[in-house]
């Protein structure tokens, strides 16, 4: 495949807490890590996105009393699940693991540091209108085309591309670059999510 100056890689939350042994471990959360490291030097754009929680953020089970992790609670913009404590602010398990290559990054996007409010996408937060600011960038860059990996696919990857692709960009999620949580059958929901919407799901072999 080739990469233009055009094209950007869309690293999603690939940090401690997401890992093994993390607060929100995503099985196998860390093999990404390789594989995004080795399709980074094909880009000349790389944007890394970072949970960043404060530690009272209404997404956190701890903050309602009574409420356990994974359940959900009713929000002013909607269902909200709610998920232990992870990414908070200035912790090891909001740092980026270690492994990581973050040397080619020109951008790193913090969401969700706003206390009432989730984000998974790196676009917008859960109410779809807040902005992080991350379109603006794509735009004024003039960038096209956006590959999508990190952590988790059916969650923060599927929003970041879902809402690429409705900002009209052309979107690939690179799905072994990825790792998924699936709960409640969300890894399923977020491939017909790809299909529905034309975002391309393609694999690292791509790039060799």
């Not at 951008?107 to 902005?131: C, M, Q, W």
């Not at 799905?175 to 969300?186: H, P, V, Y």
Request: aromatic share 10%; proline share 4%; glycine share 8%.
């Amino acid at each position: 495949m080739k990469i233009s100056d055009r094209d950007v890689l869309l690293v999603i939350d690939v940090q401690n807490d997401f890992c093994t042994d993390g607060a929100l471990a995503v099985p196998g959360g860390e093999k990404v890590v390789p594989a995004i490291n080795r399709i980074a030097q094909k880009f000349a754009n790389v944007v890394l996105t970072q949970d960043w929680h404060p530690a009272d953020h209404v997404s956190f089970a701890p903050n309602h009393a009574g409420k356990k992790p994974f359940q959900t609670i009713e929000l002013n913009y909607g269902t909200q699940v709610l998920w232990p404590s992870h990414c908070v602010q200035g912790t090891p398990g909001a740092e980026f693991h270690a492994e990581l290559d973050v040397t080619r990054a020109s951008l790193v996007v913090r969401k969700g540091f706003r206390r009432g409010i989730d984000s998974y996408s790196a676009l917008f937060e859960n109410d779809h209108r807040t902005p992080t600011g991350l379109l603006g960038y794509l735009r004024e860059r003039e960038l096209k085309t956006i590959f999508v990996a990190g952590l988790a696919l059916d969650f923060c990857v599927r929003f970041s591309a879902e809402d690429a692709r409705k900002a009209g960009f052309e979107v690939a999620v690179i799905e072994d670059a990825c790792r998924g949580i699936d709960l409640d059958g969300s890894m399923a929901a977020a491939h017909r999510s790809f299909g529905e919407l034309g975002i391309s799901v393609i694999s690292f072999e791509a790039f060799l």
